[in-house]
């Protein structure tokens, strides 16, 4: 016997691939995602108008009135200080602006100095078990949210022309080893000025000298950063390296572009 029913022309039509959720979200689109996360916040710098940026590192567990709070107050004092000369430059285009992991401890600092001046500030924030929410200092547009560690750590360095590392755990270890590792391997194109906040903390976790006397890295790689003790000493040191490497550079490191400036790998 025939089938009298005419069939719906419409009941099998399915969503096209980048609508389809179940396909984005499973393992075989992971590249998509992956994708994503590298040209969304490429679109927001580029609108914003974003060159490159100051990146502070340092450990989510400090607190204003804590045992190292001091830390808290100097990051916050620095970040405000960078970001008032960065916006007095004489440049259309948003210079050295303060970039952190987006949430609490010396991240918060941070973007709170930059919001204090009245300044863009960046925050990459990341997913974690224990949810770390971005702080209320992030400008909104330049606040992002990052399920991939490696992606979210290809933006501190894609933009960075300067960190400043204060005292922090492994996560603050991990962010700087792997930066230094970088400068000193030569991988990266363009000079990031390396600043160890409080030379205190940092001699008495990292022996920099006994590196150098078991032969695992080279006196001169003792030179790949500087340290600072006070928010202004670090300020000159920024300024300094900055002026010299970039804004008054006898051959530019990197030319201009309408898109952001790059710390590039050497091909």
Excluded at 105 to 133: C, H, S, V
Excluded at 157 to 175: H, I, N, Q, R, S
Excluded at 220 to 248: G, H, Q, V
Aim: glycine letters at 6%.
């Amino acid at each position: 016997m025939e089938n009298s029913t005419t069939p719906n022309l419409h009941s099998n039509r399915r969503p096209v691939a980048y609508k389809n959720e179940t396909f984005i979200d499973s393992p075989d689109a992971r590249g998509l995602r992956i994708l994503s996360e590298y040209l969304q916040p490429l679109t927001h710098f580029r609108d914003e108008k974003i060159q490159d940026t100051i990146v502070f590192f340092g450990s989510a567990r400090l607190t204003e009135d804590g045992p190292l709070g001091r830390y808290y107050k100097e990051a916050r004092e620095l970040a405000r200080l960078l970001t008032v000369w960065s916006d007095n430059l004489p440049d259309n285009t948003r210079r050295f602006v303060v970039c952190t992991g987006g949430g609490p401890g010396i991240m918060e600092a941070a973007n709170r100095g930059a919001y204090d001046a009245n300044g863009k500030t960046i925050g990459l924030n990341i997913g974690l078990p224990f949810e770390q929410w971005p702080n209320p200092y992030i400008t909104p547009d330049l606040s992002f949210e990052f399920h991939y560690f490696f992606m979210r750590k290809f933006w501190f360095a894609y933009l960075a022309k300067a960190l400043v590392v204060l005292p922090g755990g492994f996560g603050t270890l991990d962010e700087l080893m792997e930066v230094l590792t970088l400068a000193q391997t030569q991988k990266l194109e363009n000079k990031i000025v390396i600043v160890l906040y409080g030379p205190e903390y940092w001699n008495e976790i990292i022996n920099f000298p006994a590196l150098v006397k078991h032969g695992v890295i080279g006196p001169e790689d003792l030179e790949l950063f500087s340290f600072a003790d006070t928010p202004e000493s670090a300020l000159e040191i920024l300024k300094e390296n900055l002026t010299k490497y970039y804004l008054e550079p006898e051959a530019p490191l990197a030319p201009e572009a309408p898109t952001p400036s790059i710390a590039r790998s050497r091909i």
